[in-house]
């Protein structure tokens, strides 16, 4: 079967290309079509036609330079390329011919006389113009390639310029989110008060480049301003001693920050010190002299101000400046560790309450989930009928006094972990992310931790900690199966699963009893023990 003879028409306009399309297919030609001058080079070089037609006034390249293109690339030299344009100014015959092609039909088409053009054109016809017209259109042609391609250098550079200053901006945005990711992780990973100070310091003024960076806590109940953490980026001649401190009354720095509620940048005479107390000094500079710049943020917990976080700039302001994303940084910064510190506190609070457990009741361990519950008013009541249902269970496997016992302290306690969880994620109404989920499922490992201090409640520790794991192994820390799971600690998933269902959330109403149990059905030999979810659901038959 003898090929069709290929005709490429490069044009924009569709009705042009419908009308040029008919009127060859008729004569049993195969038209390829190129909306554009790239397009038609990238076409030409692909499929190698027989002819071009070619429209001149096309976007992103004209035909002009797309006709120059194809007739110095190799192979496609020998092609014959017909401008078919609406063009009919004066030259416009001369300038297509000097730009390379080999012959010009202008618009509107002969439709009659159209196929005899195209045919004289594939058996060779060329048209040609006068060496002087040549020599005019050809430097003609030449200059407006050149400004061409000068505006397209342009078009690029300013593409580049814009790129570098996306670039620069995403770059900016990557290092804000890395340092609020590596402050997160801090805070969230350490219910150490000091040692999360500690850290924090340091990561502020190592990846905001500052002198020095503080942390002073408000002390309430003494009404005192007291350095908790400090950080020198290099050595210097300052007082470096934690614990310094002065009363309230004393720093109007402290004063005016809690009016304005903002970040406080002072430059030049303010920063270093002049007309301040020395009892302020000592607390915001250590005494450290030539500061060209101090920067102070709000640490803040639901409009509480907590305390600030101080850094200091020695090095002239032209050198390294505290930049508009220098402060927006710092001020994220604080605001992360205000719920640090207030979880830290209620942690230290925890592990000294411990110590005073040995002969405690039921209500005095209760302090804890209500602890827990006081941060998230949602799960309110949560623990109690957690520790009803626990020891109805308990009860009806005819466990001892010792072990309904314990059995009532795992499900007080089984959530005491998510006071070392970030508010954020806590109460978040949404679905938590990966990274998010990750921090969530730290609780067990922090709940058996707290509870792990108080000397009394070793033997709850297990269950605190497998509180979260699957009858399949599916779960989490340890990845624990079946029986190898303590008892304790399948019960109360049991039940806390059950409460969790028939309990009201900010983020949605309770699905209710009936679905409750249609759950713990469904996934009782996967999430759940299925002995224990049948003993469950039959306890709840007979609860009126």
């Given at each position: ?37 790239m ?15 070619m429209?001149?006034n096309?976007?992103d ?11 110095n690339?190799?192979?496609l ?8 344009t ?7 015959r ?8 080999d ?9 009659r006389?159209f ?20 020599k005019?259109?050809?430097?003609e ?7 061409t ?5 342009r078009?690029?550079?300013?593409a580049n ?6 670039l ?16 997160t ?37 003494q009404d ?30 402290f ?12 430059r ?6 002049q007309?301040?107390s ?9 005494n450290l002299?030539?500061l060209q710049a101090?920067l ?9 101000l907590l ?24 001020d ?33 361990i ?9 941060k ?9 009928r ?14 001892s ?7 009532q ?14 508010e954020?994620?806590?109460k ?9 989920y990750?921090?969530m499922?730290r609780?067990?490992?922090l ?26 192994g ?59 979810v ?8 007979k609860?009126?």
């Amino acid at each position: 079967m003898e090929s069709k003879i290929k005709v490429l028409y490069i044009e924009d306009n569709a009705e042009n290309i419908l009308l040029v399309r008919r009127i060859l297919e008729a004569k049993g030609y195969q038209v390829l079509e190129a909306g554009n001058g790239m397009a038609g080079i990238e076409a030409a070089e692909r499929e190698r036609p027989d002819l071009i037609l070619m429209d001149i006034n096309l976007p992103d390249m004209d035909g002009y330079a797309a006709a120059t293109k194809i007739k110095n690339t190799k192979g496609l030299e020998y092609i014959p390329i017909v401008s078919l344009t609406a063009n009919v100014m004066k030259g416009d015959r001369e300038r297509t011919l000097a730009a390379g092609c080999d012959g010009y039909i202008p618009k509107p088409i002969n439709v009659r006389n159209f196929p005899i053009q195209v045919a004289a054109f594939l058996q060779g016809r060329k048209e040609m113009i006068t060496p002087e017209e040549e020599k005019i259109y050809i430097k003609e042609h030449s200059v407006k390639l050149v400004e061409t391609l000068e505006e397209r250098i342009r078009e690029l550079t300013d593409a580049n310029e814009e790129r570098q200053r996306n670039l620069d901006k995403l770059q900016e945005r990557t290092n804000e989110l890395s340092l609020l990711l590596e402050i997160t992780t801090t805070v969230s990973s350490s219910l150490n008060l000091q040692e999360m100070l500690q850290t924090s310091v340091r990561i502020a003024a190592e990846r905001l480049g500052a002198t020095f960076s503080r942390i002073i806590l408000v002390n309430r109940l003494q009404d005192r301003l007291m350095v908790m953490a400090a950080h020198p980026q290099r050595e210097l001649d300052w007082d470096f001693e934690i614990g310094r401190f002065c009363a309230v009354g004393e720093s109007r720095w402290f004063r005016k920050i809690r009016t304005v509620s903002e970040p406080m940048l002072l430059r030049g005479s303010e920063a270093q010190s002049q007309g301040r107390s020395p009892a302020e000094r000592l607390l915001f500079t250590g005494n450290l002299e030539g500061l060209q710049a101090i920067l102070v943020c709000p640490i803040r917990k639901n409009e509480v101000l907590l305390g600030l976080m101080v850094l200091g700039e020695t090095r002239r302001w032209e050198r390294s400046p505290f930049t508009p994303e220098k402060i927006r940084l710092c001020d994220s910064m604080a605001r992360q560790m205000g719920s640090a510190i207030e979880n830290a506190r209620l942690y230290e609070d925890v592990v000294f309450k411990g110590n005073q457990l040995k002969a405690a009741n039921v209500d005095s361990i209760k302090a804890l989930a209500e602890a827990l519950e006081t941060k998230d008013v949602e799960t309110m009541g949560h623990s109690d009928r957690t520790v009803t249902y626990a020891l109805a269970v308990s009860k009806r496997l005819g466990l001892s006094e010792v072990d309904q016992e314990l059995f009532q302290y795992a499900a007080i306690l089984h959530d005491i972990g998510k006071i070392g969880i970030p508010e954020t994620i806590l109460k978040k109404p949404g679905k938590l992310t990966p990274e998010e989920y990750e921090v969530m499922k730290r609780h067990a490992g922090l709940g058996a931790k707290i509870v792990q201090q108080i000397k009394f409640l070793e033997p709850v520790v297990p269950l605190v900690r497998a509180d979260h794991e699957r009858w399949d192994g599916k779960g989490y820390p340890d990845g624990l199966n079946g029986e190898k799971i303590p008892l304790g600690a399948r019960v109360v998933a049991i039940v806390d699963a059950y409460d969790a269902m028939t309990s009201d959330r900010v983020y949605r109403k309770a699905p209710g009893k009936e679905y409750a149990i249609a759950e713990l059905q469904k996934y009782a030999g996967a999430q759940f023990d299925p002995h224990l979810v049948k003993l469950f659901l039959e306890i709840l038959e007979k609860k009126p």
